[in-house]
């Protein structure tokens, strides 16, 4: 039987491991998903998807319900490593709010429902301007696509190297 680890108590993951506990991968990044709807049956199969396809280029997916929670993550991370953020726009303001750790953060991902929150992140974005969190504008990824179809585009952008052969692989982990 495979063995199988969850990646945090909020986040209903069970990904199969490859050869056991021994073999967990060493992690180059961090993917933080903030999202109030993660640990519901409905976005398993996506928070699955999203936590093969960021290991498959190395990362580590940690999820939570609570913004508040994302600070007391961070700072206790046993070793520092470059993280993403990916929230929607109902998480991204309390996240504006309360998150002050910046360090090595590689991009803030907001996912919205519709164009007209694209706008009202972009007034967030003006408005914690000194916020860590908003360290380069250019390293916020504000969209409507999907969290996993967002994920994809940018880890093609991040691992050039990796080809559209590796991507479609990826995209054969995400979907089994």
């Not at 290991?55 to 490593?81: D, H, I, P, Q």
């Not at 470059?82 to 309390?94: A, E, N």
């Not at 504008?137 to 590796?166: I, M, R, Y």
Request: hydrophobic fraction near 40%; aromatic fraction near 6%; charge should be positive.
């Amino acid at each position: 039987m495979a063995q199988h680890y969850s990646a945090a108590p909020d986040c209903p993951i069970d990904v199969p491991l490859a050869n056991g506990p021994a073999s967990r991968p060493h992690y180059s990044w961090q993917l933080m998903w903030c999202y109030e709807h993660v640990g519901k049956p409905k976005h398993q199969e996506e928070t699955t998807k999203i936590a093969k396809h960021a290991r498959y280029f190395n990362g580590k997916l940690t999820c939570t319900k609570e913004a508040a929670k994302v600070e007391a993550m961070l700072s206790k991370r046993k070793r520092v490593m470059p993280w993403v953020l990916m929230t929607d726009l109902r998480g991204f303001i309390p996240l504006l709010a309360k998150v002050t750790v910046g360090d090595q953060l590689m991009m803030v991902i907001v996912h919205c429902e519709q164009e007209k929150q694209v706008a009202k992140a972009a007034k967030s974005i003006a408005r914690f301007q000194n916020n860590p969190l908003l360290q380069d504008k250019n390293c916020v990824h504000v969209t409507v696509a999907s969290p996993l179809k967002s994920l994809q585009e940018l880890t093609q952008l991040w691992f050039p190297q990796a080809g559209a052969h590796d991507s479609d692989r990826s995209e054969e982990h995400t979907s089994e």
